[in-house]
Nanobody, 123 residues
Framework: QVQLVESGGGWVQAGGSLRLSCAAS????????MGWFRQAEREVGAAISG?????YATDSVKGRFTISRENAKTTVYLQMNSLKPEDTAVYYC???????????????????WGQGTQVTVSS
């Protein structure tokens, strides 16, 4: 069982930046692929393998959002730059077990979810 707690959401003007964090419980964090989803979207916004060696970003955020992780701190991050009003959403952190080498794209592939953090981008 993994518990995920997101933080770092808030309000920002268009063009600004935010960094989301997701703290995970458990001692096998490196075996979990992690992803950041936006509410109501099936495809992950950004994902990272358990090892951290593979990442994925959907086209709408590629070049603006960067996912990273610190396995020693059992934490995954989403650095969001050049934010746009259409990025406004609740952002969820998710974990998939048994994915040390692969980043996962589909929401149905994930086993555990955080409670979400609101990001609001004003124009």
């Amino acid at each position: 069982q993994v518990q995920l707690v997101e933080s770092g959401g808030g309000w920002v003007q268009a063009g600004g930046s935010l960094r989301l964090s997701c703290a995970a419980s458990g001692r096998t964090f490196s075996s979990y692929a992690m992803g950041w989803f936006r509410q109501a979207e099936r495809e992950v916004g950004a994902a990272i393998s358990g090892s951290g060696s593979r990442t994925y970003a959907t086209d709408s955020v590629k070049g603006r959002f960067t996912i990273s992780r610190e396995n020693a701190k059992t934490t995954v991050y989403l650095q969001m730059n050049s934010l746009k009003p259409e990025d406004t959403a609740v952002y969820y952190c998710a974990a998939r077990s048994g994915s040390y080498r692969d980043a996962r794209v589909d929401s149905y592939e994930y086993d555990y979810w955080g409670q979400g953090t609101q990001v609001t981008v004003s124009s």
